[in-house]
């Protein structure tokens, strides 16, 4: 059996293995840091930095204070991220231009041939 990667989450209020394959987008916002999965919401203390360790390269940091899965990215469009889950995040111009580029060559390598 195959051990799925996680983030571990511990909090006053509680303890859980964020899984990997459901994160969308993580956020820095001071102190605290929120994590977006496609079906919950987490908000562990701590930096994003100590959170990027246990990612891998579907994840992409636009900037300081937020990381992308693009593998959950349904489209980019007039500086907005669409989520497969509706969730959008607006960005800044040059922030949203390095992600858009990432994901454009990101999506090249992925997508099936046939």
């Known amino acids: 059996m195959e051990e799925k990667n996680y983030i571990p989450v511990i909090t006053k209020s509680e303890i859980a293995k964020v899984f990997v ?22 908000f562990p203390y701590g930096k994003i930095d100590e959170l990027s360790k246990y990612l891998d390269k579907r994840f992409f940091k636009c900037h300081q204070s937020c990381i992308i899965n693009m593998e959950k990215v349904v489209k980019m ?3 907005t991220v669409f989520f497969e889950n509706g ?28």
Do not use: C
């Not at 995040?89 to 099936?112: E, L, T, W």
């Open 21 to 42: 394959d459901s994160v969308m987008l993580i956020e820095q916002e001071l102190r605290k840091t929120h994590i977006y999965t496609v079906e919950d919401e987490y």
């Open 77 to 79: 469009r007039e500086q």
């Open 87 to 114: 969730l959008k995040v607006v960005m800044g111009r040059d922030k949203f231009h390095n992600a858009k580029q990432y994901f454009a060559i990101y999506i090249k390598q992925k997508a099936p041939v046939h």
